[in-house]
């Protein structure tokens, strides 16, 4: 089975361009979560999605960040303008419901660096 | 919200010992509790959960133990390996509501 796939695996861009990282989920799960992983802050949830409705953006750290998901098998997690602090490791994960305590899985990641 | 704390940060141990990470938590209404693990360069990967109507689950060389009194559960891995080597993390998470992870035990073992 294919497990959850993001790209690109990796993105280097000068400060103000816009970047946008992409997120295929497990085909069948209905719930998505975009997380970001730095050694200061650890894995921090940046939003996450059920059935393709955005339900808690409290992580998104500012205006300059925004998720999409316009159908059960893709979403777009984009900053703009990036600044050289959103340098980091951003996941996708997917679990099967929101029916309580299921299992996320997570993609391989997108490392991000802003120059 | 939840918080979770885990330690040690760093451990090292020879191939062959047991391995053991502690998390405590602190919302006693939390009531799922996963364990992932971490490769370079890979994203966490579920190795093992508990539920808090379960005080203890058991893997092949892997087992986790919840302490609901004292809201804290551990990892244990026996008869560690080369391949054991990775960062684990420990998360929480109220009814409903989604994972709060701990900061990361990065695990060597040494052949």
């Known amino acids: 089975d294919a497990g959850v796939i993001q790209s690109p695996r990796h993105e280097v861009t000068e400060m103000g361009q816009e970047v946008t990282l992409r997120c295929k989920p497990i085909s069948g799960h209905n719930s998505l979560f975009w997380y970001r992983q730095t050694m200061m802050r650890g894995l921090e949830l940046l939003i996450y999605?059920?059935?393709?409705?955005?339900?808690?953006d409290s992580g998104m750290p500012e205006d300059r960040f925004s998720a999409k998901m316009p159908n059960a098998s893709f979403s777009t997690l984009k900053i703009q303008p990036s600044e050289p602090r959103d340098s980091a490791v951003y996941f996708c994960?997917?679990?099967?419901?929101?029916?309580?305590?299921?299992?996320?899985?997570f993609g391989d990641g997108t490392r991000l660096s802003i120059l | 919200g939840e918080n979770v704390e885990q330690h040690p940060s760093t451990l090292s141990v020879q191939e062959g010992d047991s391995a053991v990470i502690k998390c405590t938590y602190s919302?006693?209404?939390?009531?799922?509790f996963p364990w992932y693990k971490q490769e370079l360069g890979k994203g966490p990967q579920l190795i093992i959960d508990i539920r808090s109507n379960v005080g203890e689950k058991k893997d092949q060389r892997i087992a986790v133990t919840l302490n609901k009194t004292a809201k804290h559960f551990s990892l244990h891995i026996t008869e560690t390996q080369p391949e054991d080597s990775a960062v684990y993390f420990c998360?929480?998470?109220?009814?409903?509501?989604?994972?709060?992870f701990g900061k990361g035990t990065m695990l060597l073992v040494s052949p």
């Open positions: 994960a997917s679990s099967p419901s929101d029916r309580d305590n299921q299992p996320q899985h």
């Open positions: 998360a929480a998470s109220l009814p409903y509501s989604t994972l709060t």
């Open positions: 919302d006693s209404a939390s009531n799922y």
């Open positions: 999605f059920n059935n393709n409705v955005p339900i808690d």
